[in-house]
């Protein structure tokens, strides 16, 4: 069996020392020597593994790091790199609480260079993507919650105005207020603060606007004189009575109502019932006593106007017919001349109306009941023209 040597540390006084004692006491000296590390301090140059717990400041860490001062245990990360300096900052006793020395110091996290991306300041404050958070959250990256919520628990926090500034925005729980408050984007003076919703909104419960609306790219802005705000939007569909407290407004004149007919008609024409089916013809025949009224250009109020609803025979087309009001009017001289107040009745020139003529009984004018179409506005020296005219049937 091969001799074993005794190891050659450690030794007792009066033990017999070897060459190999020596050689392995001078090997150990520079291995030191190269590590730069030794009982009084140094450098490690190399990888560091440490299989235990790491106490700096401690001999009993009760963390895999626990850096500590007296009985405040806390870690302390400090760099000058990028004009800092930057600190993270962790406080806590030995029995895992907080210190109170730490509510001197900002927490800072930096990820992917020198910036810190995460601080919470003394006071309370939290920024992301900021080092000097101005409200209680400031956030100038992105904060995602994966499956969960947002919750805003301080129920005495009072609107602070922070949304006043350009180019900021802040969603507020504002006792104030009563109200958690979104204050959009802040434009450049005059201020005009902007939030959008790119899709569906539903709001369970009422809505009030102390501003105007503008829907389907329609600004919220008046254009009309005497409009003070309201909706300004493309079309209003109502399941239910529409009531206006004060009146309704429209440029257009006239009230109209929708009747089908298989011909072409157009607007100006005088028109007239088919006594044989459900349609209007235009008129042909003087005085006629089938008059309705005359194709609307453009009706201030359509009747009859369901665009669901179908039409009698399919290819009919509905035509508005002026039924009341102001309305251009296709006319002809074939009863003379046309004034502004004549009344007007149907020629004999298809669609057209001209100047209607009473009878005399009993020494009293006389116009045909029926025939009447409304009064003129304007005036017709001769040949055939359109002019604006009042329609009422009598």
């Known amino acids: 069996m091969p001799l074993i040597p005794d190891p050659p540390f450690p030794k007792s006084q009066g033990d017999n020392i070897r060459s190999k004692d020596w050689n392995d006491a001078i090997n150990e000296v520079r291995r030191l020597d190269t590590a730069k590390l030794n009982l009084t301090g140094g450098a490690v140059t190399g990888p560091l593994n440490i299989s235990g717990a790491l106490g700096i400041g401690t001999t ?11 009985a405040e245990t806390f870690l302390n ?4 790199a990028g004009g800092g300096p930057f600190e993270v900052l962790l406080g806590a006793d030995s029995s895992g609480g907080v210190v109170s020395t730490m509510t001197n110091h900002d927490l800072q996290l930096r990820a992917g260079g020198d910036d810190p991306k995460l601080v919470i300041k003394a006071s309370g ?3 992301i993507g900021t080092t000097d958070p101005e409200a209680k959250l400031d956030v100038r990256g992105d904060i995602r ?8 628990t301080k129920t005495d926090h009072n609107h602070t105005g922070i949304g006043n500034t350009e180019g900021f925005a802040a969603i507020e729980n504002a006792a104030n207020f009563n109200a958690l408050m979104i204050l959009g984007r802040a434009s450049a003076p005059p201020l005009v603060r902007t939030v959008k919703l790119w899709d569906y909104l539903q709001v ?6 102390t501003g105007r609306i503008g829907t389907f790219g329609f600004p919220a802005t008046p254009i009309h004189t005497g409009w003070g705000g309201g909706i300004h939007t493309f079309d209003i569909e109502a399941e239910g009575t529409v009531w206006a407290r004060t ?8 009230v109209a109502e ?13 028109v007239c019932l088919d006594k044989h089916q459900d349609r209007i013809v235009p008129s042909g025949r003087a005085n006629d006593d089938l008059v309705i009224g005359v194709i609307s250009t453009q009706p201030g109020v359509l009747l009859n106007s369901n665009p ?27 009863n003379g001349p046309i004034e502004r107040g004549d009344l007007l009745t149907p020629s004999s020139v298809p669609g057209h109306a001209m100047k209607a003529k009473p009878i005399v009984v009993d020494g009293q004018p006389i116009y045909r009941p029926g025939t009447l179409i409304g009064k003129a506005l304007e005036s017709l020296a001769s040949g055939k023209g359109v002019v604006e005219i009042f329609v009422c049937l009598r």
């Open 247 to 254: 009146g309704y407004l429209s440029p257009p004149n006239d």
């Open 125 to 127: 404050n939290v920024g």
């Open 60 to 70: 009993t860490p009760n963390r895999p790091l626990t850096i500590q001062s007296a």
């Open 308 to 334: 669901d609803s179908q039409p009698p025979h399919p290819g009919w087309l509905p035509y508005p017919v002026a039924l009341s009001g102001r309305v251009p009017c296709k006319v002809t001289d074939e």
């Open 204 to 209: 369970n419960g009422d809505a009030e606007f």
């Open 77 to 80: 990360v400090r760099s000058t």
């Open 258 to 270: 929708n009747y089908y007919s298989d011909l072409d008609l157009a607007a100006g024409d005088v």
């Open 145 to 152: 919650a994966g499956n969960s919520d947002l919750y805003f």
